[in-house]
T-cell receptor, first 109, second 115 residues
Framework: GQNIDQPTEMTATEGAIVQINCTYQ??????LFWYQQHAGEAPTFLSY??LDGLEEKGRFSSFLSRSKGYSYLLLKELQMKDSASYLC??????????WGAGTKLIIKP | IAGITQAPTSQILAAGRRMTLRCTQD?????MYWYRQDLGLGLRLIHY???????GKGEVPDGYSVSRANTDDFPLTLASAVPSQTSVYFC??????????????FGEGSRLTVL
């Protein structure tokens, strides 16, 4: 079956680095996405990976290994505003996205 | 400000009642989607539309219907609401159904409670 696994919750300290992992088992693969969702708000796009390797965008980086069915989102220099849920999603075909349940990230001062 | 507008923001509904959630976008995107988000589960696709005049079923379409009369509007209708349809509903759009990064733009959500 189709499955996306992410940790339910993580805690990190302001100014530190945190890595949020995502493993997937899908019938196909046509790209992996990370979205950020603050409580009570809409998800917003963070990153897209379709080839193996690291994509860097400011304080955020996303890594993909297709052979391992694995991705991570790396957040550096954590700020309080980074407290949110981070959603991993895989596009398994032309359009269908399979979503993980999300990782709630709590930032402590 | 360009984006997606959903209405209502929140609604409490008696079981058996008919309800339409409205969604309007002003980005001239071709593709639009309706998702539901439930605690502990990932977003699940209800219906989608590739372009005006066409719609398709997603992962959990039962009990819901959609229409796409024009590019901007994509309403979701619950013909006879049941308590299991209590959820947060997100409308989203993208330039194409499957283009490049396929970035989705989401509305702010509609919280629906069916009693």
């Amino acid at each position: 079956g189709q499955n996306i696994d992410q940790p339910t919750e993580m805690t990190a300290t302001e100014g530190a680095i945190v890595q949020i992992n995502c493993t997937y088992q899908t019938s196909g693969f046509n790209g992996l996405f990370w979205y950020q969702q603050h409580a009570g708000e809409a998800p917003t796009f963070l990153s897209y990976n379709v080839l193996d390797g690291l994509e860097e965008k400011g304080r955020f980086s996303s890594f993909l290994s297709r052979s391992k069915g694995y991705s991570y989102l790396l957040l550096k220099e954590l700020q309080m505003k980074d407290s949110a849920s981070y959603l991993c999603a895989v596009r398994d075909g032309d359009y269908q996205l399979i979503w993980g349940a999300g990782t709630k990230l709590i930032i402590k001062p | 400000i360009a984006g997606i507008t959903q209405a209502p923001t929140s609604q409490i509904l008696a079981a058996g009642r008919r309800m339409t959630l409205r969604c309007t976008q002003d980005m001239r995107h071709n593709a639009m989607y309706w998702y539901r988000q439930d605690l502990g589960l990932g977003l699940r696709l209800i219906h989608y539309s590739n372009t005006a005049g066409t719609t398709g079923k997603g992962e959990v379409p039962d009990g819901y219907s959609v229409s796409r009369a024009n590019t901007d509007d994509f309403p979701l209708t619950l013909a006879s609401a049941v308590p299991s349809q209590t959820s947060v509903y997100f409308c989203a759009s993208s330039e194409r159904l499957a283009e490049g990064t396929g970035e989705l733009f989401f509305g702010e959500g509609s919280r629906l409670t069916v009693l």
